[in-house]
């Protein structure tokens, strides 16, 4: 079945830093990929998307490339921001049929990355 | 344009109790989702809806169940509640086509969180 390995938190960085948190999938055929970002006390909320190899998807900074070759869709931003701490989750939605023939939004998410960012 | 909305955002039961959280959509939205969210197993898939009907369900048991009414509002119900139904239940509605068109973007509601004692 669909997998989603993000890398452990919590990640602490200051201010500016640059940050990186590792994805990598395993799927059937060429699932559509996403970060999701989770503010404390809310619901998620679509950071970024790619949907066919080498897309980038870009949001806020925020950068992600779909690697097919390494099945990994790797979260960057080059200068984080104390407004950018929350928790990172990598998705990933395959091919979409269901027993109905129809189409499925199902996601597959990762664990999830706790980041924070200090002054 | 309003977002997902679901109600209560707070619940506190007893084991053995049951539940029933409400989603409504974004207007339009047609395609309905539900997540379960817990510390130790992160979010896992519970249901999917699409004009009434359910398209897809994860691997948890019967006494989690759903339903969907003609305006695109859906209900879930827990049954038999126990300790390990403790979660923050996720709604998500999404522009979705019959054939599964358009890019998935999931829209999420802030939850219903659940407290079982």
């Known amino acids: 079945g669909n997998s989603v390995t993000q890398m452990e938190g919590p990640v602490t960085l200051s201010e500016e830093a640059f940050l990186t948190i590792n994805c990598t999938y395993t799927a059937t055929g060429y699932p559509s990929l996403f970060w999701y970002v989770q503010y404390p006390g809310e619901g998620l909320q679509l950071l970024l998307k790619?949907?066919?190899?080498?897309d980038k998807g870009s949001n806020k900074g925020f950068e992600a490339t779909y690697r097919k070759e390494t099945t990994s869709f790797h979260l960057e931003k080059g200068s984080v921001q104390v407004s950018d701490s929350a928790v990172y989750f990598c998705?990933?939605?395959?091919?979409?049929?269901?027993?109905?023939?129809?189409?499925?939004?199902?996601?597959?998410f990762g664990k999830g990355t706790k980041l924070s960012v200090i002054p | 344009k309003a977002g997902v909305t679901q109600t209560p955002r707070y619940l506190i039961k007893t084991r053995g109790q049951q539940v029933t959280l409400s989603c409504s959509p974004i207007s339009g939205h047609r395609s309905v989702s539900w997540y379960q969210q817990t510390p130790g197993q992160g979010l896992q898939f519970l249901f999917e809806y699409f004009s009434e009907t359910q398209r897809n369900k994860g691997n948890f048991p019967g006494r989690f169940s759903g339903r969907q009414f003609s305006n695109s509002r859906s209900e879930m119900n827990v049954s038999t509640l126990e300790l390990g139904d403790s979660a923050l239940y996720l709604c998500?509605?999404?522009?979705?086509?019959?054939?599964?068109?358009?890019?998935?973007?999931?829209?999420f509601g802030e939850g219903s969180r659940l407290t079982v004692l």
């Open positions: 998500a509605s999404s522009h979705l086509g019959l054939a599964g068109g358009g890019t998935g973007e999931l829209f």
């Open positions: 998705a990933l939605r395959g091919p979409a049929m269901v027993d109905s023939g129809a189409g499925s939004y199902q996601l597959t």
């Open positions: 790619a949907t066919k190899a080498d």
